[in-house]
């Protein structure tokens, strides 16, 4: 663990590093500030990083541009950039020094005396802090919805709502902005990591970094491990099959040491750490989507080595973080539900007309099996027993997994329902289906016209009970992906971002524009699924 530097040291010397002598061309514009633009940005970051100063700037102060540089006049200190701004790296009059978000993304490797540099890195980085506190699939990331933070002119006391959040990016970030966050997901693993992510922000560097050495050094793995301390009798016989023997009886061990923890964010945190290992001891493939066996031999005490290790690695990284993040006060709340976004408004009753912004991001249409995918670590975490999980996928928005049944309900539904959605969606619905329905097609292909049909209705649903949150004239961010299929042989597209932006007008959003994005290639082990093109949809409650 990171004990060479103390928190204020460590931000100080951070600082400090990356400050840097104004060039010599921009020393006559003595009272504007200048605003050096991260090199590496896609196109529509760099339109999103113009819109975020401008923005901050307000409608008092002016923004140019001079010799590659940005420049503003503008009445309000320096300091409230170096703290907010996302895409920009150096802020300043006389010299340039760093911006809180840059310092927050040289983090991610760890800092320590030894391997200090002053140059700033020069690359995408978006695993820092807690954002790489879980390797779940389909998360978007974090500078773009702190830089939608900042467009969206969101007052500092205003909540912000992620009715879909995943692994909990949006409600991270706007309690890093010094905003309180409600949130909600019908995954259990999914609101478990949204907490921890999100609550940890609110620790001090210190705190957190005592806490975890004091808790690992206080855990004993040698206790009792029977299945029915852990597991019921169902799930212990489901996991057999996914695990070796040791390696179950080391992950009892290790949940019953993580269930002795008293404080409930270390505990969840501890939590986080196993589930990121889980994989790595079972014998599901390692990048696979599906729950797919393949035996590996297993070495006793594996589990348990790399969950420390894993907690080690997390505590390098996000201590850091947490010595370079501002403090904040008044201290923000944060609100994590499990529930449906369908079911927002009745889940968030008692804010409802009092949020201020809305940023997620939602599933794709039938792309990413998201309940599936992390099916062990639901059962080996006691989040969701196996006998429940068919129960819950089919409520899933954006879910591939139905039965016949709920095929054939989930078309009727559609067939009753379909005058509630734009044309252009029941076109290409009853396009698909006239294929697809055909008795010679497999079932994967015969359930996607009703999954589709269930996708969009439900998402009309979500944002219509979303938009009963907003306060007037509030702005709500969908971060949309677009997906595929292929219909007698030919390969056709699905417009999500298009269809989604005429689905939120019925919801009762008004529209105000799509800014498409340059899909920024993922590093998780999941981006081999995910989609090719993606979409800011941008409205006003």
């Given at each position: 663990?990171?004990?060479?530097?103390?928190?204020?040291?460590?931000?100080?010397?951070?600082?400090?590093?990356?400050?840097?002598?104004?060039?010599?061309?921009?020393?006559?514009?003595?009272?504007?500030?200048?605003?050096?633009?991260?090199?590496?940005?896609?196109?529509?970051?760099?339109?999103?990083?113009?819109?975020?100063?401008?923005?901050?700037?307000?409608?008092?102060?002016?923004?140019?541009?001079?010799?590659?540089?940005?420049?503003?006049?503008?009445?309000?200190?320096?300091?409230?950039?170096?703290?907010?701004?996302?895409?920009?790296?150096?802020?300043?009059?006389?010299?340039?020094?760093?911006?809180?978000?840059?310092?927050?993304?040289?983090?991610?490797?760890?800092?320590?005396?030894?391997?200090?540099?002053?140059?700033?890195?020069?690359?995408?980085?978006?695993?820092?802090?807690?954002?790489?506190?879980?390797?779940?699939?389909?998360?978007?990331?974090?500078?773009?919805?702190?830089?939608?933070?900042?467009?969206?002119?969101?007052?500092?006391?205003?909540?912000?709502?992620?009715?879909?959040?995943?692994?909990?990016?949006?409600?991270?970030?706007?309690?890093?902005?010094?905003?309180?966050?409600?949130?909600?997901?019908?995954?259990?693993?999914?609101?478990?990591?949204?907490?921890?992510?999100?609550?940890?922000?609110?620790?001090?560097?210190?705190?957190?970094?005592?806490?975890?050495?004091?808790?690992?050094?206080?855990?004993?793995?040698?206790?009792?491990?029977?299945?029915?301390?852990?597991?019921?009798?169902?799930?212990?016989?489901?996991?057999?099959?996914?695990?070796?023997?040791?390696?179950?009886?080391?992950?009892?061990?290790?949940?019953?040491?993580?269930?002795?923890?008293?404080?409930?964010?270390?505990?969840?945190?501890?939590?986080?750490?196993?589930?990121?290992?889980?994989?790595?001891?079972?014998?599901?493939?390692?990048?696979?989507?599906?729950?797919?066996?393949?035996?590996?031999?297993?070495?006793?005490?594996?589990?348990?080595?790399?969950?420390?290790?894993?907690?080690?690695?997390?505590?390098?990284?996000?201590?850091?973080?947490?010595?370079v993040l501002p403090k904040l006060s008044p201290r923000p709340f944060l609100d994590v539900r499990q529930g449906d976004a369908i079911d927002a408004a009745a889940l968030f009753q008692e804010y409802s007309g009092r949020v201020g912004l809305l940023v997620t991001s939602p599933p794709y249409a039938t792309a990413l099996p998201y309940l599936d995918t992390d099916r062990l670590s639901l059962?080996?975490?006691?989040?969701?027993?196996?006998?429940?999980?068919?129960?819950?996928?089919?409520?899933?928005?954006?879910?591939?997994?139905?039965?016949?049944?709920?095929?054939?309900?989930?078309?009727?539904?559609?067939?009753?329902?379909?005058?509630?959605?734009?044309?252009?969606?029941?076109?290409?619905?009853?396009?698909?289906?006239?294929?697809?329905?055909?008795?010679?097609?497999?079932?994967?292909?015969?359930?996607?016209?009703?999954?589709?049909?269930?996708?969009?209705?439900?998402?009309?649903?979500?944002?219509?009970?979303?938009?009963?949150?907003?306060?007037?004239?509030?702005?709500?961010?969908?971060?949309?992906?677009?997906?595929?299929?292929?219909?007698?042989?030919?390969?056709?597209?699905?417009?999500?971002?298009?269809?989604?932006?005429?689905?939120?007008?019925?919801?009762?959003?008004?529209?105000?524009?799509?800014?498409?994005?340059?899909?920024?290639?993922?590093?998780?082990?999941?981006?081999?699924?995910?989609?090719?093109?993606?979409?800011?949809?941008?409205?006003?409650?």
């Amino acid at each position: 663990m990171q004990k060479e530097l103390t928190p204020s040291r460590l931000a100080k010397r951070l600082s400090e590093r990356f400050t840097s002598s104004m060039p010599l061309f921009l020393t006559s514009d003595e009272e504007a500030l200048k605003f050096e633009i991260k090199p590496y940005l896609q196109p529509f970051e760099q339109d999103l990083a113009v819109r975020e100063l401008i923005a901050l700037v307000g409608p008092e102060g002016r923004v140019f541009n001079k010799y590659g540089y940005h420049l503003a006049c503008t009445d309000k200190n320096e300091e409230v950039f170096r703290q907010r701004l996302t895409y920009w790296q150096r802020v300043g009059k006389s010299v340039l020094t760093p911006t809180v978000q840059k310092q927050l993304e040289f983090t991610q490797n760890g800092v320590n005396e030894s391997n200090g540099t002053n140059a700033l890195h020069r690359a995408r980085r978006l695993r820092y802090g807690p954002h790489g506190i879980h390797e779940y699939r389909g998360k978007f990331f974090p500078q773009l919805v702190r830089s939608l933070i900042n467009i969206s002119g969101v007052a500092d006391d205003g909540i912000i709502c992620d009715p879909m959040s995943g692994s909990g990016t949006t409600a991270c970030e706007a309690l890093a902005a010094g905003h309180s966050v409600v949130a909600a997901d019908l995954n259990p693993l999914s609101v478990l990591i949204t907490r921890v992510k999100a609550a940890l922000v609110l620790e001090s560097a210190d705190g957190f970094r005592l806490a975890v050495s004091r808790y690992i050094n206080a855990f004993e793995f040698d206790g009792p491990t029977a299945r029915n301390l852990v597991w019921s009798a169902s799930d212990f016989e489901y996991l057999q099959r996914w695990f070796a023997p040791a390696a179950l009886k080391d992950l009892a061990a290790a949940e019953l040491a993580i269930r002795a923890v008293r404080k409930p964010l270390y505990r969840d945190f501890f939590r986080v750490c196993l589930s990121n290992i889980i994989r790595s001891v079972s014998w599901q493939k390692d990048t696979d989507l599906r729950v797919r066996k393949e035996v590996k031999g297993y070495k006793p005490g594996t589990a348990i080595a790399r969950f420390i290790e894993e907690v080690q690695k997390q505590v390098d990284r996000i201590y850091p973080y947490l010595c370079v993040l501002p403090k904040l006060s008044p201290r923000p709340f944060l609100d994590v539900r499990q529930g449906d976004a369908i079911d927002a408004a009745a889940l968030f009753q008692e804010y409802s007309g009092r949020v201020g912004l809305l940023v997620t991001s939602p599933p794709y249409a039938t792309a990413l099996p998201y309940l599936d995918t992390d099916r062990l670590s639901l059962i080996v975490l006691g989040l969701l027993p196996r006998a429940r999980h068919g129960e819950l996928e089919a409520k899933m928005v954006g879910t591939r997994e139905v039965s016949e049944r709920e095929r054939a309900i989930a078309w009727e539904l559609y067939l009753h329902r379909r005058h509630e959605l734009p044309q252009d969606v029941t076109k290409l619905i009853e396009q698909i289906a006239d294929s697809n329905h055909q008795p010679e097609v497999g079932f994967r292909r015969r359930n996607l016209p009703a999954l589709l049909g269930k996708y969009f209705l439900d998402m009309l649903d979500a944002m219509r009970s979303a938009r009963m949150l907003m306060t007037r004239g509030a702005r709500g961010y969908y971060v949309v992906g677009n997906n595929s299929t292929t219909v007698d042989g030919e390969k056709v597209y699905i417009p999500t971002d298009n269809f989604l932006f005429e689905i939120g007008a019925k919801a009762g959003w008004k529209q105000e524009e799509r800014i498409p994005m340059d899909l920024i290639i993922s590093r998780d082990i999941f981006k081999e699924n995910r989609g090719s093109t993606e979409t800011i949809l941008s409205f006003r409650a």
